[in-house]
């Protein structure tokens, strides 16, 4: 297995068997193997980077023993070999380049969070027509997913976070992180609505794989086909599994660093948004599995085992207010938005659990239709009732 990396961070490529013969001097007879790094993955040929190859042997049929080497190849391609245009700036060259070419992207992305802020700051007044949440909601998603996701390939990931650690712990430098602008930009975003709003943001409006989620569970919904709700002794235990996931994979980067990449394969993103299923079968059947469970469990994965979600939570007990708006009858006697939240983030009192909150928002608009909130259904039918007895 090949593995490419460069300023300590993972290269998503592919591998392609080419068995032309190269029109080269001297060059060895086919097939060839030739890789492909994916455009938008930040890959500078002029810098150093490093190329792995990782061997795995087992020993024996029955319960066969398995020993792994790596064998890493530090490669800087000589200077000669690049040459920059004639009247060419510092800006052209290096991450700024990146920043230049991506500038038309980072401008939709911009526009794309600046309405999502404007939605979610005043939310009483954008929350009052139910079926226009729900229609901007999945189109958000759709957004986020192909946009966000397959296009821009700013699916945040933990293996940034082994990224950071072991610059931290290393090299001392973080500069890989300018070479994927949205990337940075959704990073931002996260560290800033997380004290904010919480955790939801990220995970409920941003993230392309909860978007694919979300997507896919329409389809019982449309069906009127009832998802499993997890009991709530039960769903309090599993909710802790995303934690220790996370320490789990921390501590591999730190203990076992050449073993951080296979462990961040417990994260689908790779496979579902950066090379679309792409892969070798059991990295494609993962994604599909959780998926599937998707359909019966909803968003099971980013409420149970998702170690980014893990971090982004962390990240949210920074919140400083409560901002989902609710009434003294919440939780008792009323307790409607507690039974229709599907992620079971509000309590029997009412309160909302930001921790586990996916800001789907809606419990905000039960909260604010006088149709649906039985507080605001039962006072209306007492001002009703008070008209009809004034003489």
């Given amino acids: 297995m090949l593995a490419l990396s460069q300023g300590g961070l993972p290269l998503d490529i592919k591998d392609y068997v080419y068995e032309k013969p190269l029109a080269l001097a001297d060059a060895p007879q086919g097939p060839h193997v030739v890789l492909k790094v994916f455009g938008l993955a930040g890959f500078d040929p002029a810098s150093p980077w490093r190329l792995t190859l990782r061997l795995i042997r087992e020993k024996g049929q029955f319960r066969p023993e398995r020993a792994t080497a790596d064998f890493p190849i530090d490669v800087t391609l000589p200077a000669e070999w690049f040459q920059s245009p004639a009247g060419a700036s510092p800006e052209d060259t290096g991450w700024r380049s990146m920043w230049h070419d991506r500038a038309g992207d980072l401008a939709v992305l911009g526009a794309a969070l600046a309405l999502l802020a404007a939605v979610l700051a005043w939310q009483p007044a954008t929350m009052r027509r139910p079926t226009l949440v729900l229609g901007f909601r999945l189109g958000f998603m759709v957004f986020t997913l192909v946009v966000v996701g397959w296009l821009f390939q700013a699916q945040l990931s933990i293996v940034t976070l082994a990224g950071v650690v072991k610059a931290v712990l290393v090299t001392g430098d973080l500069g890989f992180l300018l070479w994927d602008p949205p990337s940075l930009v959704l990073w931002g975003v996260v560290l800033v609505s997380a004290v904010v709003w919480g955790r939801g943001t990220f995970c409920g409006w941003l993230c392309p794989f909860g978007a694919m989620q979300e997507l896919l569970a329409e389809i019982p919904r449309r069906l009127r086909l009832r998802q499993w709700r997890v009991p ?160």
């Avoid at 789990?248 to 073993?259: D, K, M, N, T």
């Avoid at 609710?326 to 939240?341: D, H, I, K, N």
């Fill in 232 to 391: 709530p002794g039960l769903d309090r235990r599993l909710r802790g599994l995303k934690y220790l996931v996370l320490l789990a994979f921390l501590a591999i980067v730190v203990l076992w660093p050449a073993a951080a990449e296979v462990a961040a394969e417990v994260e689908p993103f790779k496979t579902a948004i950066t090379v679309v299923f792409l892969r070798e079968w059991p990295a494609v059947a993962w994604a599909v599995v959780l998926l599937a469970v998707n359909l019966v469990v909803y968003k099971g994965f980013c409420r149970y085992l998702c170690p980014l979600g893990a971090f982004v939570a962390i990240l949210g007990l920074a919140r400083r207010f409560d901002w989902i708006a609710r009434r003294v009858e919440c939780g008792s006697p009323c307790r409607l938005c507690e039974r229709r939240c599907r992620y079971g983030a509000i309590s029997a009192s009412g309160r909302i659990d930001y921790v586990e909150c996916f800001q789907c928002m809606d419990c905000v608009v039960i909260h604010e239709d006088r149709r649906t909130c039985v507080p605001l259904v039962l006072d209306d039918r007492r001002m009703a009732r008070a008209k009809e007895q004034t003489p």
